[in-house]
């Protein structure tokens, strides 16, 4: 539900902008993924997890964030 949610909102964003939201909700999206991997199946993470989640939260960060002209 919460997804469709999400995406039904971003028709309602400008389109320059919809996809850097998109881009948060991907890292947010990972993140939460793994807090379950940890805390509902009670596996921790390892360092490839972890890893690949830097690496996307990095990226979407640089999405979001970076210097626009």
Partial sequence: MGLMLFAWLLTLVDSDYAGRAYAAYGGVYILTSLLWLWVVEQRMP????????????????????GPRG
């Fill in 46 to 65: 390892d360092r490839w997890d972890v890893a690949g989640a830097t690496i996307c939260l990095v990226g979407a960060g640089v999405i979001l964030f």
